[in-house]
């Protein structure tokens, strides 16, 4: 059973652009909501994370919009970047009780020059 | 160390062979996790660790593969009778505590011939 569902699956975005990645859980205990950028041949590293208490967070070209209400989340990268390409991950848990993250299923996002 | 140390980087092994994979996670983290990812794929959970808790095994795909953690540290993952669709990037992470960022290692990049 896949917890946390994300789309899209790929997304080419030129150079400049704004690339959005969404995801949606069910789990309404999810507190922590961790972003994962992958290069390839690279192990997975946090990009930026949010907790429910606030709606956005932005560091640098990266904001994560959450909206607990629609158990939403999205990631927006501005001014996209060919260097920003790479895959994606959204992930969910339950920080405050405990229990391993849940992953999205990735997405790879390729920028133009 | 400085971070999520994994060995052997690369394997290559014969299509029935037993192999063993090894993670050392980052001093101090009582979390950890084994995922595995295909190629151009997301990540599968199979097996998470926390502190001297019951792991929670519900990922791993077969009898064929297990897992443990000796001292609270070093993780090995072994996989009996190799097949080839055992071939992917196994991936080991930790944590400092349950449900907070997860320090992913460089992989072991399995191919069964």
């Known amino acids: 059973q896949q917890q946390v569902k994300q789309s899209p699956q790929s997304l080419i975005v030129q150079k400049g652009g704004i690339s959005i990645i969404n995801c949606a859980y069910e789990?309404?205990?999810?507190?922590?909501f961790p972003w994962y950028q992958q290069f390839p041949g690279k192990g997975p590293a946090l990009l930026i994370a949010?907790?429910?208490?606030?709606s956005e967070k932005k560091e640098g070209r990266f904001t994560i919009s959450f909206n607990n209400s629609a158990k939403q989340f999205s990631l927006h990268i501005m001014d996209s970047q060919p260097g920003d390409s790479a895959t994606y991950f959204c992930?969910?848990?339950?920080?405050?009780?405990?229990?391993?993250?849940?992953f999205g299923e990735g997405t790879q996002l390729t920028v133009n020059p | 160390g400085a971070g999520v140390s994994q060995s052997p980087s690369n394997k290559v092994t014969e299509k029935g062979k037993d192999v063993e994979l090894r993670c050392d996670p980052i001093?101090?983290?009582?979390?950890l996790y084994w995922y595995r990812q295909s190629l151009g794929q997301g990540l599968e959970f199979l097996i998470y660790?926390?502190?001297?808790?019951?792991?929670?095994k519900s990922g791993l795909p077969s009898d064929r593969f297990s897992a443990e953690r000796t001292g609270g540290s070093v993780s090995t993952l072994t996989i009996q009778r190799t097949q080839q669709e055992d071939s992917a990037v196994y991936l080991c992470?930790?944590?400092?505590?349950?449900?907070?960022?997860?320090?992913f290692g460089q992989g072991t990049r399995l191919t069964v011939v």
């Open positions: 992470a930790s944590s400092r505590t349950r449900g907070t960022e997860a320090f």
């Open positions: 789990n309404t205990a999810f507190d922590y």
């Open positions: 949010i907790r429910p208490d606030v």
């Open positions: 992930a969910a848990s339950r920080e405050t009780s405990g229990s391993r993250l849940a």
């Open positions: 001093s101090g983290h009582t979390a």
């Open positions: 660790f926390q502190g001297n808790s019951a792991p929670d």
